[in-house]
């Protein structure tokens, strides 16, 4: 190690230009070269010892120095000294005070310089992972250029000058070759600061990424005139991207794809040819919709807006265009307005309609006990279970034509006595499957709810509280996917479950702190 046995002069002249190799600082540096000179000098005095080095960053003088510390009783006396002892060196001397005396200057061996360098080289290393990742971790969501290094299994190493990141292989654009010594762009999807260092994770496929070609393509969107509002990709095939301004006098998706394509197409180029539709945004979903589903030509949209799904309905000639292949077309829109879409043939959502109809009229003429044309009646008001019947205000039942008041109050009266009737079949139901009373109580599920429950096992609060919003309400194999939840609902449900967590929590807490006054007194 020339740095440990060089002059003064050439240890400080090592300093510097290390840390200028490295770009890191000069004091990082003399602190690593402090605790390397420690670690050979403890092995020379012992190791029971506490020793520290000071190197004086302008001299370059080495000072090291035995720390002793003074206390009542001395456990080490390698490294305590009683206070009568310490008395003796230093009159004012207290428990608690830390005693030096200066050691001689030594040589060190071969074996001790080259512990030292170790210790050097780990120490600049440490500094230069801590200096990278403070570089990285507030790049996350910019756009970077590196060199490709390497592949290995699929997985990218790129260079980027100062560090090293990595793309994974389905981060990549499908069927983008590239080469050692390519140049390439990426997003920054991630830094993770690792013990084998900070890991950069970058990304070609992210949405954010093409997001972030068209700020760099588009100066209106650069300066916030033109907000890009969702954007939805199938990397390598097809993506959509909507754009919103405030500003009347541009066209956002004119501005977007440029004199003759030309902005447009430089982002398509990077993304090895991706397809890119450029919708105007607009906060009137259905719109918004329709827009998002083109080329195809929408007939109608109907909103259910409680569980953000929506049934678009289409022309015959239109179908395959609205759903595209392999349902590429209706997966992209419905990712860029985050709505559930459902894509139908006017004859499907006829037939769908109907059966509706029938359902909700046999369900009336059952459980009300009136006949087929009243039931219709209800049904073509907008009425669609029990409770609406039972519950909604008199007022506005009155006013929907047909219904007089005398009239509503016997519907209402007998759609509560079949509410009611339903509820003690279910009562008894749920006593039959086991369901805990505490989990019966939760004023969040219904009846029905709490039967589906504990037909799927589900039967206390624990066992409810320890699922997620998705078990839920998953249309495969959600627990209560036929009650029509949205994911906030089914958060409140399980919430509520798990609220006597806390209780507990809280109890435990004033018992230990009963406990601990009682010690006290």
Known sequence: MSGISANKLELLQIADAVAREKHIDKEVVIEALEEAIQKAAR??????????????????????????????????????????????????????DILTDELPPMDFGRVAAQTAKQVIVQKVREAERENQYNEYKDRIGDIINGLVKRVEYG????????????????????????????RIRAYIADVRNEPRGPQIFLSRTHPDFLAKLFTQEVPEIYDGVIQIKAVSRDPGSRAKMAVHTDDASIDPVGACVGMRGSRVQAVVSELQGEKIDIIEWTPDIALFIIKALSPAEVTKVVLDEDNQRVDVVVAEDQLSLAIGRRGQ????????????????????????RKAEYKERTELFMDALDVDET??????????????????????DF?????????LVEELQNRARTALAAQADELEV????????????????LTPSMIVSLGEAGIKTLDDLGDLCADELTSAEDGVLNTHALSEGQANEIIMAARAHWFDDEEETAELETDANANAKE
């Open 43 to 96: 092995s020379r005095y012992g190791v029971e010892y506490e020793i520290r080095a000071h190197i004086e960053p302008i001299t370059g003088d080495i000072k090291l120095y035995r720390i002793m510390e003074v206390v009542e009783e001395v456990e080490n006396f390698s490294t305590q000294l009683d206070l009568a002892s310490a008395q003796k060196r230093k009159a004012d001397a207290v428990i608690g």
């Open 155 to 182: 997985n990218i190493i790129i260079d980027l000058g100062n560090a090293e990141s990595i793309i994974r292989r389905d981060q990549m654009i499908p069927r983008e070759h590239v080469r050692t010594g390519d």
């Open 329 to 352: 077309n209706v997966r992209l829109a419905s990712k860029l307005c985050d709505w559930q879409v459902d894509i139908m043939s006017e004859a499907d959502e006829s037939e769908k």
């Open 374 to 395: 009243l039931s219709l009646l209800l049904v073509t008001e907008g009425f669609r279970t029990l409770e609406e019947v039972a519950y909604v205000a008199a007022e």
């Open 398 to 406: 009155v006013a929907s034509e047909g219904f007089d008041e005398a």
């Open 429 to 444: 139901e749920r006593k039959k499957i086991g369901v805990d009373d505490e989990l019966a109580n939760l004023e969040v």
